[in-house]
């Protein structure tokens, strides 16, 4: 596979506010649960010292979804990805307060983890939960789901592994049925949009949206 040059990144880094216990988290536990960056791919099973199915979550926001799930899928190892620091203190947090042994993090931007740390079939599954929209025409280009990353993504899946993703934002939803469709490695395991599967927790900002009236769409394709 032709290596994929990232040119333009799907993320600002913005100047959040890091509380107090965000930060004691990220201070004392990222050393424990934390992966530092590296060019080289990582031995999955050596980081989590078993053999077990690898689920790559990417930007897992404040971690709240992330950890429910690793705390439900005991059977499974978690890797997220998140670049701000408030997101990532929070699930540190949330890592030591519920006993994950099956949840890792790496901070850094996504494209390139997966393209240097993630060896070829290493994957099991990948979780993509509400990107950034982008919503102005002008900024589409810097949305995460595009057909290069797609089949790098691919690239790094098991066959039988499968990518879930979903978003709030319809005018995104269409372009990533779009672009996952035309990968020629995954097929869609829906004739289109997919029910929320049951291990997708339901967020705090989703149950608000769904009160307001607004909607969700799920896909969840899978690798030939």
């Not at 995104?172 to 779009?178: H, K």
Request: proline content about 7%; hydrophobic content about 40%; aromatic content about 8%.
């Amino acid at each position: 596979m032709q290596e994929y040059r990232r040119q333009i990144r799907s993320f600002v880094l913005r100047q959040g506010r890091v509380s107090k216990a965000q930060r004691r988290a990220y201070s004392d536990l990222l050393p424990l649960y934390g992966v530092p960056f590296s060019s080289s791919a990582l031995d999955l099973d050596r980081l989590f010292g078993r053999a077990a199915p690898k689920i790559l979550e990417i930007g897992f926001g404040m971690g709240e979804t992330t950890a429910t799930i690793a705390q439900e899928h005991p059977e499974n190892d978690y890797l997220g990805i998140e670049v701000h620091t408030p997101g990532v203190g929070s699930l540190l947090k949330r890592i030591a307060d519920l006993h994950l042994a099956n949840l890792r993090i790496i901070q850094h931007d996504a494209v390139e983890v997966v393209q240097h740390m993630i060896a070829p079939d290493a994957l099991d599954g990948v979780h993509v939960f509400f990107p950034d929209p982008w919503p102005k025409k002008r900024h589409h280009k810097r949305r995460l789901i595009q057909p290069a990353f797609v089949a790098l993504l691919a690239s790094r899946m098991k066959p039988g592994a499968r990518v879930h993703a979903c978003t709030d934002w319809e005018e995104y939803a269409r372009q990533m049925l779009e672009v996952l469709s035309a990968e020629p490695a995954l097929r869609n395991t829906a004739p289109g949009y997919a029910s929320r599967p049951e291990a997708r927790p339901e967020t705090k900002f989703e149950r608000r949206g769904l009160a307001l009236g607004h909607r969700v769409w799920d896909l969840v394709f899978r690798k030939s």
